[in-house]
């Protein structure tokens, strides 16, 4: 998360495109469905490089991670 809004704070839309399909890609394979969500919606403000709209799904990201709670089976 620190990478990404540093990446925003320098409007560095590459490394945020990268980041995001890292994190669709982990999301899927690890069953957290919402944050391969996330990852598309980052891609797609990424490529328009809305820096608000990039900076808002970093703040609901970050809320559904601290409330996230992982079972182990």
């Not at 069953?31 to 490089?49: H, I, S």
């Amino acid at each position: 998360m620190k990478t990404m809004k540093k990446a925003v704070s320098e409007n560095d839309y590459k490394t945020i495109q990268t980041l995001v399909h890292t994190l669709k890609g982990t999301g899927g394979g690890y069953g957290f469905d919402a944050l391969t969500k996330y990852g598309f919606e980052l891609e797609e403000a990424a490529n328009e490089e809305a820096k608000s709209q990039i900076l808002n799904l970093i703040a609901e990201l970050e809320e559904y991670l601290e409330k996230a709670e992982i079972i182990y089976k």
